[in-house]
């Protein structure tokens, strides 16, 4: 079964990407955690090398089975060791046809010890997308094993 909701776009730390031009990461997080992950068997190399972030205020969600999970990954001498899950998603833009395969980046808020996220707010790995702008719709879509969502008006 597959479950879907509309979010907006919006901006994130920018850690991610390297744009927040913290000494520690200065090509970004996702350079850093890029060899831990493909080592693992999951090479993200051809997604941008940032996240997308997508505001979800107007739907709750449910992480359920990701596609991957590495447990304690020490990518940082800076941090301790983080846990990833990624679940298989796809993007939309609103009012376009192209659909963005793509993955919710989680690393699981209990091992993530800076950048907290808003929980309303889902990061995603893609393929860059030209229309994505802060402020656009996007849809995301999954299967409702990975991801649930439901509306909460």
């Not at 493909?38 to 972030?53: E, M």
């Not at 793509?102 to 893609?126: N, R």
């Not at 997308?129 to 991801?147: H, V």
């Amino acid at each position: 079964m597959v479950s879907s909701a509309v979010g907006l776009i919006t901006r994130g730390h920018r850690i991610a990407s390297g744009q927040h031009r913290d000494i520690r990461f200065p090509k970004g997080t996702l350079a850093m955690q890029s060899p831990f992950f493909k080592q693992n068997g999951f090479d993200i190399t051809r997604f941008f090398k940032g996240t997308l972030n997508i505001s979800l205020q107007n739907f709750n969600f449910k992480l359920g089975q990701p596609r991957y999970f590495f447990p304690h990954i020490k990518w940082s001498d800076d941090l301790p060791s983080e846990n990833f899950s990624f679940y298989q998603c796809s993007l939309t833009m609103n009012k376009h046809s192209t659909i963005y395969e793509s993955f919710v980046y989680w690393p699981h808020p209990s091992t993530k010890p800076e950048f907290k996220q808003d929980p309303s707010v889902l990061e995603v790995i893609a393929p860059f997308i030209q229309e994505a702008q802060y402020g656009c719709e996007i849809i995301i879509t999954a299967d409702s094993a990975n991801i649930n969502f439901s509306s909460n008006i």
